[in-house]
Nanobody
C-alpha cells in the first residue's frame, strides 16, 4: 500500500512563499513521476504541476513562473515551492503519484493566502 503525506501548508500574506512537501512510503512506490493538484472551495480539483524522471517540471499557466516542483529520491519526497502567492492560490493542495494502472493521493494540505 502506498501512502502520501503532505505538509507545509498554512496561512500566508499575499506575496509570500510556502514550500509544500509530500513524503511517499509503501511498497513499490517511485516518485519519478509525481504531480501536485489543488482544489478550492466549490471548485473542481485542478492540476498545478508535474515532474518527470529527468527532473523537468511542467506547470499550469496560472502558476508558471511562481511555483517550482522538485524532488529528493533520497528522502522519497516531492516538493512544491510556491512564491509570490495570491489569494486565488487558496486551496487544498494534493500530491499525486502514479501507481500501477491508477494512482495514489495524499490527504491534502490547506494553503490560505490573505490579501
Amino acid at each position: 500500500q502506498v501512502q502520501l503525506v503532505e505538509s507545509g501548508g498554512g496561512l500566508v500574506q499575499a506575496g509570500g512563499s510556502l514550500r509544500l512537501s509530500c513524503v511517499a512510503s509503501g511498497r513499490i512506490v517511485s516518485i519519478g513521476h509525481a504531480a501536485w493538484y489543488r482544489q478550492a472551495p466549490g471548485q473542481a480539483r485542478e492540476w498545478v504541476a508535474r515532474i518527470i524522471p529527468n527532473g523537468v517540471g511542467d506547470y499550469a499557466d496560472s502558476v508558471k513562473g511562481r511555483f517550482i516542483i522538485s524532488r529528493s529520491y533520497a528522502k522519497n519526497t516531492v516538493y512544491l515551492q510556491m512564491n509570490n502567492l495570491a489569494p486565488e492560490d487558496t486551496a487544498v493542495y494534493y500530491c499525486y503519484v502514479p501507481v500501477g494502472n491508477s494512482g495514489a493521493w495524499g490527504q491534502g494540505t490547506q494553503v490560505t493566502v490573505a490579501s
